[in-house]
């Protein structure tokens, strides 16, 4: 009986992941770094040049050390051609370090707290933004479940030669990826198997450092060559910013049917707003409910502490790993003055803070009957809630903007204008428009300042001081309008 309802709800939730899928991978839509990366990385494989630098620090000069991100990007810029295929690779990357989780987390804490962390890390609209997206940021979260995985298996005390010595080089590759976690991820590993890691194999985990150093082998090949000049603009990047305590509460947020993806709980009752009142009041329930389950945890954690004795290896493992990240980020944050905001900053870390919801749901393996024929019931609550949270927000928030809506506006105008020149309005910014038509679309993009023909693109209540406008495509969401006269 119970492996017949393991069954089933893997079963639905697999077919929750398929149907989630199907609208977020064709419903969302691409950041300007996107494409900006995208186009680095084909210019560099298209070249023959081995990636030695990331992408720019927040627009500016200096870029992340070392090559990773291109690296990971080489396979779609060397076979494929359109955004999709970028998509796709993306997702696929994602949900094969997230099975890699899950299945790690079923291994040691059993397939109870395997669902409920499946329904949570699977159905946040924050998580099908990351997987179908391939901002550097997202990909740094992605492996940030893999390490996570990882150290589980090493926290269990498997004393793996090969695992150990992979450490330190896949926390290297992270730090490429975003450069916060260059800062503190290699610090905490150290101090984990500095102070805390009992086993025969410690002295692989540090040869690791050899691993990590050749990454960046080209990076320092090339800052010789040009006098350490990036170098030089990251460490004036840190003279110039103040110090500033990290947002730890984002650990609390990242575990959870995840909708403040920009750091704000203001994000969650405008959503919530946006929803039909009668699905309003229940799906506002569950992620509240899901928010209070990692709180939970996190008080769970810090009692924890005082009876750490008493945790078997893994948790014990866990528990102290993630209150290193804790002081890790503290000290990163403050000592290299990193600005506290955005949320993206913070990507690096996902995976751990899975760790407190982890101890918390190993009380399940001891609980009472009564308990026990119910908790398959959280994550079929939380898989149901999230799947239709994220859709509407993939349909209603993300919609309007996403790609194919993005061809949609760029065509209808370019039709519309039949080669004449044109100015346009946007509600974001024009050059987003530009690059779909030049590099997605083919199409030429007559923008000229000045032209009597003019659009504009945005949602209908922001048409102020307009004039009579005819809407050519799109809804009351957002439209492409022509101005008349």
């Known amino acids: 009986m119970k492996q017949r309802k393991e069954l089933l709800l893997l079963l639905f939730i697999i077919a929750a992941f398929i149907i989630t899928r199907s609208f977020t991978c064709f419903n969302d839509y691409f950041l300007l770094d996107d494409f900006d990366h995208i186009r680095d990385a084909k210019s560099l494989y298209a ?25 990971l990007l080489s396979i779609p810029a060397l076979l494929f051609d359109t955004p999709l295929a ?86 290297a590759l992270m730090a490429q990826l975003h450069f916060t976690a260059f800062f503190y991820l290699p610090l905490i590993l150290a101090v984990y198997f500095l102070c805390f890691y009992r086993g025969r194999n410690k002295k692989y985990f540090w040869l690791g450092i050899s691993g990590a150093a050749l990454l960046y082998v080209p990076y320092l090949l090339s800052e010789l060559g040009n006098h350490f000049q990036n170098t030089l603009a990251i460490l004036s990047m840190g003279k110039s910013g103040s110090a500033s305590f990290p947002v730890l509460s984002y650990l609390l947020l990242f575990p959870t049917l995840d909708i403040v993806l920009n750091g704000y709980m203001s994000e969650v009752s405008n959503f919530l707003g946006l929803v039909p009142w009668y699905a309003a009041w229940p799906a506002g329930a569950v992620y509240f409910a899901s928010l209070i389950l990692s709180v939970s945890a996190a008080v769970y954690s810090v009692a924890a502490l005082f009876r750490i004795k008493k945790l078997n290896e893994t948790d014990r493992g866990a528990l102290i790993f993630f209150f290193l990240v804790i002081g890790g980020l503290i000290f990163g944050f403050t000592a290299f003055r990193i600005p506290s905001l955005p949320t993206h900053y913070y990507l690096p870390v996902y995976g751990f803070a899975f760790f407190p919801l982890l101890l918390l749901l ?80 083919h199409r030429e993009w007559n923008e000229k300042d000045g032209a009597p023909l003019k659009y504009i693109i945005d949602k209908k209540i922001n048409l102020t001081n307009t004039g009579p406008a005819d809407r050519i495509y799109g809804d009351d969401r957002m439209a492409l309008y022509r101005i008349r006269g």
């Open 362 to 441: 190993r009380r399940l393996e001891g609980a009472p009957a009564i308990i026990d024929n119910i908790k398959y019931a959280p994550p079929v609550i939380f898989t149901a809630a999230g799947s239709a949270l994220a859709i509407y927000y993939f349909l209603i928030v993300i919609g309007p903007s996403s790609l194919p809506r993005q061809y949609g506006y760029v065509n209808a105008l370019l039709d519309d204008a039949r080669g004449r020149p044109f100015q346009v309005r946007t509600e974001y910014k024009k050059v987003f428009y530009e690059i779909t038509a030049k590099e997605l679309l």
């Open 47 to 71: 070249h023959a040049v081995i990636p030695f630098k990331g992408p720019n620090l927040s627009g500016n000069s200096a870029c992340i050390p070392g090559g990773g991100y291109y690296i």
């Open 86 to 171: 970028f998509d796709l690779y993306s997702t696929a990357l994602m949900l094969c370090a997230a099975v890699f989780f899950l299945y790690t987390v079923r291994k040691h804490y059993g397939p109870p707290a395997m669902f409920i962390a499946a329904s949570l890390l699977l159905f946040s609209p924050r998580i099908m933004m990351m997987e179908s997206g391939t901002w550097n940021p997202y990909y740094a979260a992605m492996l940030s479940l893999v390490l996570a995985a990882m150290l589980l298996e090493v926290f269990s005390g498997k004393d793996n030669p090969v695992l150990l010595f992979l450490l330190l080089p896949l926390s």
